[in-house]
């Protein structure tokens, strides 16, 4: 009797335990168990009121007042917390990525969607064009500051223009998605390398001399060569006249070494079919991460690719090589083009003694002179964060006593650009800190805040005459600050949904075309260009 009314009870109870056991979802910390599930959910406590309109926005950061659970995510839609499952759950669509790619979408169509009714609002309290104009006139602005104010009002208001390419082959415009585009000094053309949907890469250049037309559409001459392996680098090269050449950095595959390149610009264009193609070279090195060409006449003809734990200097016409070993891999590379005013005190007593007081204050006054001791320093940003400068004319390179100048970084650095003085460098890092150092005392003077980065080699575009910084974060998306007072100035999203394969590639120039161009935004995403214009 007493077995037999245990074994019921044990029955209900495990019923019971079975029972308790079965909820579809968790509920939200104090939610009240009478609460009906059909009843509109309110607002949690100390929510933020964008969040509460945009529930998507509010998923990618948690409200401080509804905690985080291991293994949960809370939909604020619906006011409810909801299992996640692993990712690799093809069968289940609710995983933490794809939330955050829908939160991700929906911010970016939101944010299109305001850039098309032009809610665009300046940064700045207060700044609009009649106050900069009276400001110039009282002499309260110096015509520097007045360029760059200007520029700054006119960036909050670019309007994007979808661009049409041109080309004499018909099958080559919008048919492969762009990877990278890179001007040259004058902003005339740029060059491009697109993927192939069979693996590859293609190479084009795009004259941007339809750029100031009504119609808004650009040449571009297809490319005379192919290769099946993946491009690291690109810069232009000066070789036998400014920007003759593209340098380019590809990877090697199986057994075939990776490469350095030099491709004549004459081999893309048609306007002068006349015009003999330059020299076409090719240099055998293993796989490069970054390359830079030298404009210093005491490196003339040279260039440099960033390797594996070395930095290797190649002159093109000698095929001399210079090696400098190095701790970690050279991510990024520039060259210093400045002539540095310094002379040595051995040549200063001795030319003295020859030429006098008066005369050799002449020669001291003459750029000539200082042409000799220009110094062809190589900047060098590496994956272990630091960075270091190179004077490559020394020979001896034992240790690490050749390295002039070390800074460093959290993590590894992408991207590194000299402003024009040379006395400061920006530097931006897989952290997504972007940082900007004084050489002279090897510190950080300021950071640009916004810069979305993990893992991805993202380029930075410093226009110091406009007083502008341009970076593309991981995220897709485009910000611009301000060099003066590292202001976030705006925010662009993609044209197109957010993905690693389209991260988008941006040219600014306040003369796009040349000397007589237009200002304003090139921005390269999958198979289309487009154009971000001040009017």
């Not at 070789?239 to 380019?248: E, K, Q, R």
Request: with cysteine; net charge positive; aromatic share 8%.
């Amino acid at each position: 009797m007493r077995g037999g009314r245990w074994r019921g009870e044990e029955k209900r109870g495990w019923s019971a335990r079975g029972h308790r056991h079965r909820p579809r979802g968790r509920r939200r910390p104090g939610h009240r168990p009478e609460r009906s599930e059909q009843e509109e959910p309110q607002t949690p406590v100390n929510a933020d009121p964008s969040s509460s309109g945009n529930p998507s926005s509010s998923s990618l950061t948690q409200n401080s007042a509804v905690p985080e659970l291991p293994g949960f995510y809370y939909d604020p839609e619906k006011n409810r917390y909801f299992r996640l499952l692993p990712g690799h759950n093809n069968c289940n669509p609710l995983t933490k990525e794809s939330i955050q790619h829908k939160a991700m979408e929906s911010k970016r169509l939101r944010l299109l969607e305001e850039e098309e009714k032009q809610n665009k609002k300046t940064t700045r309290a207060g700044l609009n064009s009649s106050m900069l104009l009276q400001k110039r006139q009282l002499g309260l602005l110096s015509s520097t500051s007045y360029c760059r104010m200007v520029h700054e009002l006119k960036v909050n208001c670019m309007q994007r223009r979808k661009i049409e390419i041109h080309s004499p082959d018909s099958s080559v415009a919008g048919t492969n998605n762009f990877k990278i585009i890179v001007a040259d000094v004058a902003c005339e053309r740029i060059f491009t390398v697109n993927d192939v949907e069979h693996g590859g890469c293609k190479y084009g250049i795009i004259n941007l001399s339809g750029l100031g037309k009504e119609s808004l559409t650009v040449e571009m001459y297809d490319n005379l060569y192919f290769t099946n392996r993946k491009v690291n680098s690109v810069c232009w090269a000066s070789l036998t006249h400014p920007d003759s050449h593209v340098l380019l950095c590809l990877m090697g595959i199986a057994e075939t070494p990776g490469c350095a390149s030099l491709l004549p610009a004459s081999l893309f264009s048609s306007t002068n079919p006349g015009d003999r193609p330059g020299m076409l070279c090719s240099f055998k090195i293993s796989t490069a991460w970054s390359c830079a060409w030298c404009l210093n006449p005491q490196a003339d003809n040279c260039f440099s690719t960033g390797l594996t734990r070395r930095v290797l200097v190649t002159n093109v016409v000698t095929g001399h090589r210079q090696t400098f070993g190095t701790s970690s891999d050279v991510l990024a590379q520039q060259f210093a083009t400045q002539v540095e005013r310094t002379i040595r005190p051995s040549f200063f007593f001795k030319a003295l003694s020859l030429v006098g007081t008066r005369s050799f204050q002449m020669l001291c006054s003459a750029p000539l002179f200082f042409g000799f001791f220009q110094t062809p320093m190589l900047y060098n940003g590496c994956r272990s964060g630091e960075i270091f400068s190179i004077d490559v004319r020394q020979r001896n390179r034992k240790g690490q006593s050749w390295k002039a100048i070390r800074l460093f970084h959290d993590s590894a650095v992408t991207s590194i650009r000299l402003l024009e003085a040379e006395h400061y460098l920006m530097a931006a890092d897989m952290a997504g800190k972007i940082k900007l150092w004084d050489l002279r005392t090897a510190k950080c003077v300021k950071q640009y805040q916004g810069h979305h980065n993990e893992y991805a080699i993202l380029p930075l575009h410093v226009n110091e005459e406009e007083g502008l910084l341009t970076a593309v974060g991981q995220d897709c998306y485009t910000r611009i600050w301000s060099l003066q007072d590292a202001r976030l100035l705006r925010t662009i999203p993609s044209p197109h949904p957010a993905s690693k394969d389209a991260i988008p590639s941006v040219v600014f120039s306040s003369r796009l075309g040349g000397r007589r161009g237009v200002p304003g935004l090139l921005m390269a995403v999958k198979q289309d260009l487009y154009h971000f214009s001040y009017n």
